[in-house]
């Protein structure tokens, strides 16, 4: 089984339609947004409209990565088409040697860090302006890995191979980009803004990921309703 992204067809049985994936993923995390924006509203709290836009490039880039990885949603669970991970465990399909000579592909360790540079500018560029440096770079790193060793995890679950370099090489990209944003930042002091905002806030970006995952998850239907 095998799922592409935007510009390709579904293979392998799967019937998605063009927009389902990304409407699936889009529902809980637009729910969440639409809130927080009439709260914000009414404490006073600026909301931007190129917030909003780069929130929903941001789910659409999320989508993208989740759809090209091919990670099972509840749907392969409920029809069967999963491997129990012992299964997997037991035909070797799975790395967890750093740079294993056997498993590295540098084409695909260049595609790997590539793939997450942009997480690793979106994550500072939304909801870390005008935190530190340290904060800025650490919110990209953290925000890579969690969301790529999701990834490696959920692949265990399939045909997949799941491997460890994939988890670096990923968290790498995300670096990368968070470096590439404050580089950026850097020569336009004015793009990071000193607004205050309330500490609970702070939560808003792990939950903008947990539920745009959670929607593809249990709301993507690849096999038609």
Known sequence: MS???????????RKMSFLQPYLAAAVLPLGFEIGL???????????SVWRAVGLFVCGLYVTEVLLLTGIPVLQDFLLGYTVPIAANLQTADY???????FSMNRVDLWLNVFL???????VPALWK?????????????????????SI???????????????????TLGAFCGGLLWLLFTCRRKSAIPQVPVPRFLKA??????????AGFFLLCMPYGI
């Open 204 to 213: 808003e970006a792990p939950l903008y990921f947990l539920l745009l995952y």
């Open 3 to 13: 799922r592409f992204g935007i510009l390709a067809i579904s293979k392998g049985g």
């Open 116 to 122: 997450f540079v942009p997480l690793g500018m979106f």
């Open 95 to 101: 790395n967890i040697w750093l740079f294993h000579a």
């Open 37 to 47: 924006a009439v709260w914000k509203k009414h404490r006073g709290i600026p909301v």
């Open 129 to 149: 302006r005008g935190a530190r440096k340290r904060a800025m770079l650490c919110s990209s790193v953290l925000a890579g890995a969690l969301l790529s060793a």
């Open 152 to 170: 490696e995890w959920m692949q265990l679950w399939n045909t997949r191979f799941s491997d460890v370099n994939d988890l670096f090489c990923n």
